[in-house]
């Protein structure tokens, strides 16, 4: 398969053929995201996508899951998106989720009737980068949009039928103020009632703009004790029910994996704990993006 750049995909489309249909972000201005910065955003030409498509099938005869990349590549013209899914179902017979990762501008830029055509076409799954529920983190992380936005894209994906994964980013407000981080976030995610939700904690990636705060002294990163109590205060106070839960990224200090709130007790016993000093939790050395 062909490739530009490094490529970046969810933890949970670790079994999917990866088709590049998008190079790089179309926004990529995060203060604290060092992906996609080798690129310069342009989507792909149609007939490189599609020979893509027959280079694959040849090379794997069939596939049952595509993740579109790069970032963002529902800003695609719709179009573009549905001649995509036409030759992913033609091309491969057992094919039964195909996802995407949908930055809330592009989502915004759609109309519910276009995120209901890509549904009917076969996009199955749309990650949303939410980070926070907070304005003014939002805007001073550089996402783009505010939290009523982030609210409105979410809300457009969930009701066009599309299976929503919300992502946030613990520790993304700094030392001493993460639990209003934590407050605002789970007040957003109640509201926007995704199906999945993973926690990730902020790793300082050298070249961004956070990094470079952070050694100027401008931002002072949160302890593990302060993470974990971000996790605990989002497990208590998230009513999404159900809601599959993960916190098990190589980034975060305590792996937790299962479905909100049946498992609620489990994952606060685990905490206290962590909290307590009772259980291990993961060196600040081997976390990673």
Known sequence: ???EGTIYRPP???????????????????????????????????????E?????????????RVFLCDGDAIGMETEDLLRILRALY??????????????????????????????????????LG?????????KQIGKGVDASQ?????????????DLWAMVLLGLAGSGTGLVHARDTAELINRMKPRHL?????VLEPGTKLYADWRQGKFVPCTPEEILREVRYLVANLT?????????????????????GEERERFLAALDAALEGKRRIRPENSRRV
């Open 198 to 202: 993973s926690l990730l904690t902020l």
């Open 150 to 162: 982030m609210l409105q894209a979410g809300t457009m994906l969930r009701e066009a039928g599309l």
């Open 90 to 127: 033609e091309a491969f017979p057992s094919l039964t989720k195909v996802g995407v990762y949908a930055g809330p501008r592009s989502t915004l830029s759609k109309t519910p009737e276009e995120l209901r055509a890509l549904r009917v076409a076969g996009l199955t799954r749309a990650y």
């Open 130 to 138: 939410v980070e926070t529920g907070s304005d003014a983190l939002l």
């Open 240 to 260: 999404v029910d159900p809601l599959h839960f993960t916190c098990d990224h190589a980034s975060n200090y305590l792996p937790l994996k299962g479905t909100l």
């Open 1 to 3: 398969m062909r490739y």
């Open 52 to 64: 893509d498509i027959r280079m694959a099938k040849a090379y794997y005869g069939d596939v049952t």
């Open 12 to 50: 949970g489309e670790r079994h999917s053929y990866l088709l590049q249909v998008t190079v790089g972000c179309s926004h990529n201005a995060c203060t604290f995201c060092g992906m996609y910065k080798d690129k310069v955003f342009h989507v792909r030409d149609m007939a490189d996508i599609l």
